[in-house]
């Protein structure tokens, strides 16, 4: 697998300025291929290939007055500019025709010389590390790093980075091994929200940091003194700077609670299962700022990246699940609340309920349903995991009650129904029976069937 490890780098002046070159060539040569690619879709649909296309924004524009300045940094920070232009375009039509899973890439545009993130890329043929430690990068020069970790295996690619914030970072592709980590018998499912940031099956809390929220007042009087300064100054472009360095220490902070938190939830259990969460929708409310510190989407991606790595398992159920609704004992759709309803109480068994700590129990239950099938057994909190398939297959789907079915009566077909009070841990079942009242097993309805 294919992992990258980022440092710090401080180049000097003189470094700063190739840099600076570097970005704006492999810049310009983006997006002359650009114009290239578009104009001759307009003229015939067709698509020039990239050795072409390398040939002429490349090779033949060093021969020319406009473009001669390219011979100047390195030619294959140039070429990795054209694979990006690749990639790009790839990203588009397997988006289009649904190779490409989650949002809908759109089109290559052209780069701008006045955004403040610029980025480019060495192969292997462009970059080495020096016996001393530094890297050293083609037509730059050795340049001092901050090495806060070794690198597992040689770098197959680095990636230069400048930050908003006038910062250097160097990327390097390393590929190593999975690191499986020994398995365990425990499983979470985790309920995220905004006055707590995660509420696990378990019972344990993460309070929510609100790292932007606490940072609003120094972030409010770095950008009132920008607003303050005249446009086109240098002044203005320091105050800029400032702005962009409260930022980036907000984003820092999140990132690395981010992977605290996502390290030690993996490290400490076999699976771990989420909710789909319509962030995208929610970034559109009143609850935007918010929901954009809590950083939710990268969380996930972060606990599933893991996951892979150390031979953990992370389900996602679906965003439609009742989870709010169901009670965790019996199964009972108790129906909608409101969101100021933090506690309530099933009408079918009386258990009484934690809102949050509810639907955390209901997700590890439909996660267990979907990864075990719950065959042979029951999948709510506190029940043995079944092992093995068993002959008969027994329904998980809480959504059964929508078909129009009437529900089925407390204790019926022996499925015990707890009382109030009574630990649903401690209630006996006989094989193959599960704890939720609608679950029927295929055997049940045959048999129903053929009696009408």
């Not at 009132?224 to 820092?252: M, P, Q, Y």
């Not at 079942?429 to 704890?435: F, H, K, T, V």
């Amino acid at each position: 697998m294919h992992l990258r490890y980022s440092y710090r780098i401080y180049p000097t002046v003189g470094q700063r300025q190739a840099l600076a070159r570097t970005f704006g060539c492999a810049r310009v040569v983006y997006n002359d291929a650009l114009v290239l690619r578009k104009a001759a879709y307009r003229v015939d649909g067709s698509m020039i290939p990239t050795g072409a296309l390398a040939k002429a924004v490349i090779t033949d524009a060093k021969k020319t007055a406009g473009r001669s300045w390219l011979a100047s940094v390195s030619v294959d920070a140039l070429q990795s500019s054209l694979r990006d232009l690749d990639t790009a375009y790839r990203n588009f039509f397997d988006s289009v025709s649904g190779k490409r899973a989650g949002r809908r890439a759109g089109l290559p545009r052209f780069k701008s010389r006045k955004d403040t993130r610029q980025s480019l890329r060495f192969s292997r043929n462009g970059f080495r590390i020096r016996s001393n430690g530094k890297p050293n990068l083609a037509k730059i020069g050795d340049v001092r790093v901050k090495w806060s970790r070794a690198l597992p295996a040689e770098p197959s690619s680095v990636t230069v980075m400048l930050d908003p914030s006038g910062r250097y970072h160097v990327s390097f592709v390393v590929d190593v091994a999975p690191e499986h980590l020994p398995e365990v018998d425990t499983e979470v499912g985790i309920d995220l929200g905004l006055t707590t940031y995660a509420v696990l099956s378990d019972g344990t809390l993460i309070d929510n940091p609100r790292f932007l929220r606490k940072a609003e007042k120094r972030l409010r009087a770095a950008q009132r003194e920008l607003s303050r300064k005249a446009k086109g100054s240098k002044n203005r472009a320091k105050a800029r700077r400032k702005v962009a360095k409260a930022h980036a220490k907000v984003a820092d902070t999140r990132m690395d609670w981010l992977h605290k938190q996502t390290t030690r939830l993996i490290g400490e259990n076999q699976a771990v299962y989420l909710e789909d969460l319509n962030v995208r929708g929610l970034a559109r409310t009143r609850l935007a700022k918010s929901v954009a510190d809590a950083g939710w989407s990268t969380f996930r991606r972060l606990l599933e990246e893991k996951a892979v790595r150390y031979g953990r398992h992370v389900g996602v159920i679906g965003r439609f699940e009742p989870t709010t609704q169901v009670c965790s004992h019996c199964g009972v759709n108790d129906g909608p609340k409101l969101l100021n309803v933090r506690t309530w109480t099933c009408g079918a068994c009386g258990a009484f309920h934690d809102r949050d700590l509810n639907a955390a129990r209901n997700i590890l239950a439909a996660g267990r349903a979907d990864r075990l099938n719950a065959c042979g057994g029951p999948v709510r909190p506190g029940a043995a995991i079944p092992r093995r398939a068993q002959s008969v297959e027994t329904g998980t789907r809480r959504n059964a009650g929508r078909t129009g079915r009437k529900p089925r009566a407390e204790g019926a077909a022996g499925v015990p129904v707890p009382q109030h009070g009574e630990d649903v841990n401690r209630i006996s079942l006989r094989p193959g029976a599960c704890l939720d009242p609608r679950a029927q097993s295929a055997t049940t309805r045959l048999r129903t069937a053929s009696r009408k």
